[in-house]
């Protein structure tokens, strides 16, 4: 049974950082392409970061520049570093493949706040 599980998420002031995990058990992450998505509240999820297998990274025009999404395979984990935060980065983070392949996490709440 494939489980995703986020976390590293807690409460930061603006111009903070946290680093995100995304464990996934049940499935090996390679061979994938891996994303983080986020949903704040009243909108709809939407994608923040995406990772091939071989590395190559993609941001959402927002987060570009701050955030920084990475993998260890020998790990089977994912990452997100997240820089410079903004009370708007305030969401529940997820991972998932790109294509949104697998059951969702729990994911993980990140709050942005003086």
């Known amino acids: 049974q494939v489980q995703l599980v986020e976390s590293g998420g807690g409460l930061v002031q603006p111009g903070g950082s946290l680093r995100l995990s995304c464990s996934a058990s049940?499935?090996?992450?390679?061979?994938?392409?891996w994303a983080w998505y986020r949903q704040a509240p009243g909108k709809q999820r939407e994608l923040v970061a995406t990772?091939?297998?071989?590395?190559?990274?993609n941001y959402e025009d927002s987060v570009q520049g701050r955030f920084t999404i990475s993998r260890d395979n020998a790990k089977n984990t994912v990452y997100l570093q997240m820089s410079s935060l903004k009370p708007e980065d305030t969401a529940v983070y997820y991972c998932?493949?790109?294509?949104?392949?697998?059951?969702w996490g729990l994911g993980t709440q990140v709050t942005v706040s003086s």
């Open positions: 998932n493949t790109d294509s949104s392949l697998f059951p």
């Open positions: 049940g499935i090996t992450i390679i061979g994938y392409r």
């Open positions: 990772i091939t297998n071989n590395g190559r990274k």
